[in-house]
């Protein structure tokens, strides 16, 4: 069974600019949650979709939005980007209950210039 | 809220010998899953093993096991017969109380196996 896949692996962006990112879930898999890593913030919670709708919400500002597909696959939208925005964002998935393990994918690197 | 320690922000270890990577936990809830994850440089998160607040025996996967002790709250991470490729970041996260997959991770530990 294939694992869970972000695309792209790297993307640079300049300060003001929007950004998308993508995470495709193991397959039977309904929950997909997202985090940011930094250096000085290490590894945040930013939110989690479940069956297209959102299930929970980290301490994140309204530039960070997100949206679930009907086949499960999700989007992550920043925008006005800022240079504190780079970061790794890891995109992880489970398949449905609060009991499973979330399998992470390889991440999104995302440098603000 | 709940929160997570990882005292131990690097460690060395011998190859083929043990290591144990601490974490504290603090929540109020009494329903919680602890999890231990392995960063390599590469950044992927690769889970490790898993640890209910209800499960009374010590977790166990492969060289990987934990040492839960509820009462203290903590969950300490055991790796034995070191391999030159357990090098990497370990993080310990914790799921508790409502609906939903939230995991708060610890502040990471930089585990490096000497040949």
Not at chain 1, 64 to 83: A, I, P
Not at chain 1, 98 to 104: E, N, P, R
Not at chain 2, 41 to 56: A, C, K, N, R, V
Request: charged share 15%; net charge positive.
């Amino acid at each position: 069974k294939a694992g869970v896949t972000q695309t792209p692996r790297y993307l640079i962006k300049t300060r003001g600019q929007q950004v998308t990112l993508s995470c495709s879930p193991i397959s039977g898999h309904r929950s997909v949650s997202w985090y940011q890593q930094t250096p000085g913030q290490g590894l945040q919670f930013l939110f989690e979709y479940f069956s297209e709708t959102q299930r929970n919400k980290g301490n994140f500002p309204g530039r960070f939005s997100g949206r679930q597909f009907s086949n499960s696959r999700s989007e992550m939208n920043v925008s006005t980007l800022e240079l504190g925005d780079s970061a790794l964002y890891l995109c992880a998935s489970t398949v449905s209950t609060s009991a499973d393990t979330q399998y992470f994918g390889p991440g999104t690197r995302l440098t603000v210039l | 809220a709940q929160k997570i320690t990882q005292t131990q922000p690097g460690m060395f270890v011998q190859e083929k010998e043990a290591v144990t990577l601490d974490c504290t936990y603090d929540t109020s809830d009494q329903s919680y899953g602890l999890f231990w994850y392995k960063q390599p440089s590469s950044g992927e998160m690769i889970f490790l093993i898993y640890q209910g607040s209800y499960d009374e025996q010590n977790a166990t996967e492969g060289r990987y096991s934990l040492n839960f002790q509820k009462a203290r709250k903590s969950t300490n991470l055991v790796i034995s017969a070191s391999q030159l490729g357990d090098s990497a970041m370990y993080f310990c996260a914790m799921r508790s109380g409502g609906v939903g997959n939230m995991l708060t991770f610890g502040g990471g530990t930089r585990l490096m196996v000497k040949p």
